[in-house]
Each structure stands twice: as structure tokens, then as C-alpha cells.
């Protein structure tokens, strides 16, 4: 069964300091990974994938993953916080093996929310 | 491009009524999934569908039903509502094939009194 850990509820951390957000998965097969954010009574806006290839991912607002196979992790990171960061971040996995005859159900964490102080 | 539409955006209901809740993928977005997400959790699949035709379903009772339209848009049927169906319900639309992303909708506050 697909599962995915976020062990941090929260992450705190000063502006323009370094953030990662952690991310440990559970899939059969190849995985599909994703990073989403989402703001107060918002829905999730995507920020970056990770299919196949280069292990360092690079997608929206400055954010890049990376991709772990051996430790089955895809910690999402930042090298310069800021304050607009702040937010609630969700990673989600999906298996590579599912075709669009079944589902392409995906499996999101439970969260990680995000903190950045001036 | 319009993103993904959702109405309505709140709905306040009681308990043993029942509800709809509407959904409009991105242009050219032929899959469209719903999930729950109830306050300070991850959000929970509920449905997918493509081509008019469920594709997968999560964890939930019957009283939960879906259809798409042939323009692709999506309903969310919730009978006999419980005050456990108090949450945010999202659509989110996705491309076939790839790694198959999706793009997420505002989303519906349901709440049951």
C-alpha cells in the first residue's frame, strides 16, 4: 500500500535561513512524488514533481526537492525562507506502475506547516 | 486560462440531508478526482474519474457517489450527511498520461449541523 510521512506538524525557521521540509514514502514500484502548498482557505497549489532523472528537483517560488531512493525520501527545500513562504505544505506520492484504466489515485501526507519569522 | 472551479464555495447543511457539489476541470483536463479534507489533515481520496467513468475509489461509504458529464465536469453527491462530513472538498483536475499532477480547485467548506 502507498503511504507517505511528514514528521515535522511544524517547521519554524528565520527568514532568508536555509528551510527543508521532510518527506519519507511507501510505494510499490517506481514512485511518482509531488510537493503541494496550500494558504488559509485555499485550495493546494502544485510546486514541483518528481518522475524519473535528476534527483534534484527545481519548481515554483524558489523551491527544489530531492529525490532519495535508497532512504525512500523526497525532502522538499529552500536555500533563502521567506516570510510569504509560510504556509501548509503537503507531499503525496503516486505509483508509476498506475495506468489511467485504474486510478491514479494519490496519497498525500498529513502536512507540515510552515513558519517563517522576520 | 481559468483553473479549476468549484461551487459552491461554502454550504451549511443538516444532518440526514443531502448535498452536491460541482466541479469544472482546466480546458483540455479529461480526469477529474475529488477528495476530503477534513481540518488539520492530509487530503483523503474519494473518487476518480475519466472519460465519464470511475476510475478508482478510496475509503468511503456508499453514501458518497460522483459522475462526470461529457464535458468533462464533475458532481459530488453526499447522502444522509453525518457531522463527520464537515470539511473541505476538493476537486482537482489532471492530463492524461505523464506523471499525472493535479491541479486543484478553491474547494467547497462543507458544514453539517
Known amino acids: 500500500a502507498q503511504s507517505v510521512a511528514q514528521p515535522e506538524d511544524q517547521v519554524n525557521v528565520a527568514e532568508g535561513n536555509p528551510l527543508t521540509v521532510k518527506c519519507t514514502y511507501s510505494?510499490?514500484?517506481?514512485?511518482?512524488l509531488f510537493w503541494y502548498v496550500q494558504y488559509p482557505n485555499r485550495g493546494l497549489q502544485f510546486l514541483l514533481k518528481?518522475?524519473?532523472?535528476?534527483?534534484l528537483v527545481k519548481g515554483s517560488y524558489g523551491f527544489e526537492a530531492e529525490f532519495n531512493k535508497s532512504q525512500t525520501s523526497f525532502h522538499l527545500k529552500k536555500p533563502s525562507a521567506l516570510v510569504s513562504d509560510s504556509a501548509l505544505y503537503f507531499c503525496?506520492?503516486?505509483?508509476?506502475?498506475?495506468?489511467?484504466?485504474?486510478?491514479?489515485?494519490?496519497?498525500f501526507g498529513s502536512g507540515t506547516r510552515l513558519s517563517i519569522r522576520p | 486560462d481559468a483553473g479549476v472551479t468549484q461551487s459552491p464555495t461554502h454550504l451549511i447543511k443538516t444532518r440526514g440531508q443531502h448535498v452536491t457539489l460541482r466541479c469544472s476541470p482546466i480546458s483540455g483536463h479529461k480526469s477529474v478526482s475529488w477528495y476530503q479534507q477534513v481540518l488539520g489533515q492530509g487530503p483523503q481520496f474519494i473518487f476518480q474519474y475519466y472519460e465519464k467513468e470511475e476510475r478508482g475509489r478510496g475509503n468511503f461509504p456508499d453514501r458518497f457517489s460522483a459522475r462526470q458529464f461529457p464535458n468533462y465536469s464533475s458532481e459530488l453527491n453526499v447522502n444522509a450527511l453525518l457531522l463527520g462530513d464537515s470539511a473541505l472538498y476538493l476537486c482537482a483536475s489532471s492530463l492524461v498520461g505523464g506523471a499525472g499532477e493535479q491541479f486543484f480547485g478553491p474547494g467547497t467548506r462543507l458544514t453539517v449541523l
Open positions: 503525496a506520492v503516486r505509483a508509476a506502475a498506475q495506468t489511467y484504466s485504474s486510478a491514479s489515485k494519490i496519497i
Open positions: 518528481y518522475i524519473t532523472g535528476d534527483n
Open positions: 510505494v510499490s514500484g517506481n514512485p511518482y
